[in-house]
């Protein structure tokens, strides 16, 4: 049972680096809760993984600390910090039965055997590997070997965290649903930290009650999928979370809010004052598909948008407009009608965001 | 279901089989033809059934240098596969280092074999070579030419230098293939070095190993261009294996018949013995 933060870390794959493209992780500081479900979300190569080797200890970072419990254990080798990992092609023990893996690591421990068979009959019951027991482990299909990985972390005891580098990759769909279940009736049975790597946002939001959004080396956000939806603190949230993700259109102050191509945007008088002490190269707003409101017909303070695409997606339709020259996607309503060639647009002051260099600025009394 | 029937592309494989009939199937024909008749010339010959079988199986001067060639396998590969492995492990596995060391296991197996029997046969002698002078200088009495026992180690040895390189280069390979996971997992379950030998790396080189054993068994069970160079096979018969029995028999004394009848016998004890080999070895990948 630990507590995992993270001081100041960062790291780089090269002996030597010179500018913030050579690190894989950018310095960050961060805590994993005791007993959390947590999920790390992000792109293919933002540094995900080298995050989760630094915390199980397979990689050693090469600048800022790792803490369990307020002890450093950045020299700590892995099988010393009471950590299990599960990666993402399952990694089982071909010539031993499922017994032996699962009793593997506690074998190396050096438990005695009556203790071991509990603990092992114990493990398999949760993950429902009773009958396989005896079987080989090479002859297993590819979920059944993830679970024995799976179980090989859960046997021990002394586990304080448990780690999932994206473990459901090879797993067929039906079969994920099942597992990412029972990985969530675990982690309330056994009260682990459990940090859950991934590049699939449900997968995320299901598993985890926080989840961390990485982008280019970075936690840019740590939030609740609630949160992480309805407040992107940085534009790669916004855009990664969601489907379709937020719509971002680039914008330039003006008096009195921000516009386009013609378009007036107002704001609040405290984000006017916010967008004029900061100082920034770029600025966006950005409005997830789902607030954009639609009026049934011409509106005063609507906007008009030429809609360009419709996409029936059963329970929900999506449209593609056209203002002032930007792409707007819109989630609508299954029930509400569909607006022919015009709709009439606008954009609720409590759901536009506005981002400068990418991160969201909020009016006065906010970080 | 019709089904039509079309075995036309049995043709296709026409090509192979004759130049697999030509290359080993009429020639051994030929062995066989030889060892079913006594041939004198063109033509007078004469069918004896399984005489020369009978003959051979019960000649003691082969009972002998089939017993060698076991013992002389034997020792090849419990020598030559545990120092390959070993010298698979111990390879470095990135940068010069592993380049250069590949390189250098890789030399041996460029010689061509009565080069390395003359290699060592300088190499031993007592006058003018650098181990057998070395060796009688420090006091110790060795004669590769006189003394079985020196001419059988040097013989081993030989055959060590020469081939364990192919044994840790296929191991290596074998090695390499391993994900990184593996150990990683292996580390997070606190496997002991033993631990990840005995259950990760030993079973993913299986197939490695397989192969290694196999060609290991059949070459050394086949010598004879080196012990012929090295010792001529001696002294008095200690280093003559089956293939120079065989070769005195055919060559020196002509006596075909017996000795394509103890070809075909060979033939048979080396695919018998590859053949448990294998069987031992895959028998493990059923359930």
Not at chain 1, 178 to 204: G, W
Not at chain 2, 140 to 146: F, G, I
Not at chain 2, 196 to 209: A, E, G, N, T
Request: hydrophobic share 45%; aromatic share 12%; charged share 20%.
């Amino acid at each position: 049972m630990a507590e995992i933060r993270l001081q100041n870390l960062a790291h780089s794959y090269s002996s030597q680096p010179t500018s913030a493209d050579d690190y894989a992780i950018r310095e960050m500081n961060h805590i994993w809760e005791q007993g959390g479900a947590y999920a790390l979300l992000g792109p293919s190569g933002c540094g995900k993984s080298t995050l989760l080797n630094i915390i199980s200890g397979l990689l050693i970072p090469s600048e800022g600390q790792v803490l369990f419990d307020s002890r450093v254990v950045n020299e700590l080798t892995p099988e010393r910090r009471n950590i299990a990992q599960v990666f993402q092609f399952p990694v089982v023990y071909d010539t031993m039965t499922v017994f032996d893996n699962l009793a593997f690591p506690l074998r190396n421990q050096g438990m005695d055997k009556e203790k071991i068979l509990a603990k092992v009959q114990e493990i398999a019951d949760v993950l429902d590997l009773q009958t396989l027991l005896k079987k080989k482990a090479r002859n297993l299909t590819a979920d059944e070997k993830q679970k024995v990985s799976m179980g090989r972390g859960l046997v021990r005891d002394d586990v304080s965290a448990i780690l999932f580098d994206e473990p459901l990759t090879v797993i067929d769909p039906h079969l994920k649903w099942k597992l990412r279940r029972k990985l969530k009736q675990i982690h309330e049975q056994f009260n682990i930290t459990m940090v859950y790597v991934t590049h699939d946002q449900l997968e995320a939001s299901t598993f985890a009650d926080k989840i961390a959004v990485m982008y280019g080396g970075q936690i840019v956000q740590f939030g609740t999928p609630r949160e992480l939806f309805e407040k992107p603190r940085h534009t790669f949230v916004g855009y990664f979370i969601g489907s379709p993700g937020m719509n971002l259109i680039d914008v330039q102050p003006e008096p009195g809010g921000v516009g386009f191509g013609g378009v007036h945007l107002a704001l609040s008088e405290a984000m006017q004052a916010r967008i004029a002490q900061t100082s920034f190269s770029s600025l966006k707003v950005g409005i997830r598909p789902e607030f954009v409101h639609v009026w049934d017909g011409p509106y005063d303070d609507a906007f008009c948008a030429e809609v360009a695409h419709v996409e029936d997606l059963g329970t929900y339709k999506i449209l593609t407009l056209h203002l002032a020259g930007k792409k707007l996607k819109i989630r609508l309503a299954e029930d509400k009608p569909v607006p022919q060639k015009q709709a009439w647009i606008s954009f609720p002051g409590q759901w536009l965001m506005v981002y400068a260099d990418d991160y969201l600025l909020e009016a006065a009394g906010h970080e | 279901m019709n089904k039509v029937k079309n075995n036309k592309a049995w043709w296709l494989v026409l090509p192979v089989f004759l130049l697999v009939a030509f290359s080993a199937i009429i020639p051994m024909m030929t062995v066989v033809n030889y060892s079913v008749q006594d041939i004198f010339d063109q033509s007078s010959r004469y069918f004896v059934g399984a005489d020369w079988y009978r003959q051979v199986l019960l000649d003691p001067r082969l009972h002998d240098s089939l017993l060698r060639q076991f013992i002389y396998s034997g020792c090849v590969l419990l020598i030559e596969i545990p120092l390959g492995i070993g010298i698979a492990l111990t390879m470095p596995t990135k940068g010069r280092w592993s380049s250069l060391c590949l390189i250098v296991m890789t030399i041996p197996l460029l010689i061509p074999w009565n080069v390395v029997g003359t290699i060592w046969q300088i190499f031993g002698r007592a006058d003018i070579g650098l181990l057998g002078w070395g060796l009688n200088s420090l006091g110790l009495s060795y004669n590769y030419a006189a003394n079985t026992m020196d001419a059988w180690v040097t013989v081993l040895i030989m055959d060590v230098w020469h081939w364990t390189s192919l044994v840790a280069l296929l191991c290596y390979s074998g090695l390499r293939a391993i994900p990184d996971v593996y150990y990683q997992a292996a580390r997070i379950d606190r496997a002991s070095a033993w631990a990840v030998f005995r259950h990760i790396q030993l079973p993913k080189m299986k197939s490695v190993l397989l192969i290694a054993v196999m060609l290991r068994f059949m070459d050394s069970f086949m010598i004879y261009t080196e012990p012929f160079v090295l010792t001529g096979g001696g002294p008095g018969n200690a280093t003559t294996f089956l293939s120079q029995t065989l070769t005195q028999m055919a060559i020196g004394q002509f006596d075909l018949g017996p000795a394509a009848a103890f070809s075909l016998v060979y033939f048979l004890i080396i695919l018998l013995v590859s053949w448990l080999f294998y069987t031992a070895m895959t028998h493990g990948d059923k359930n």
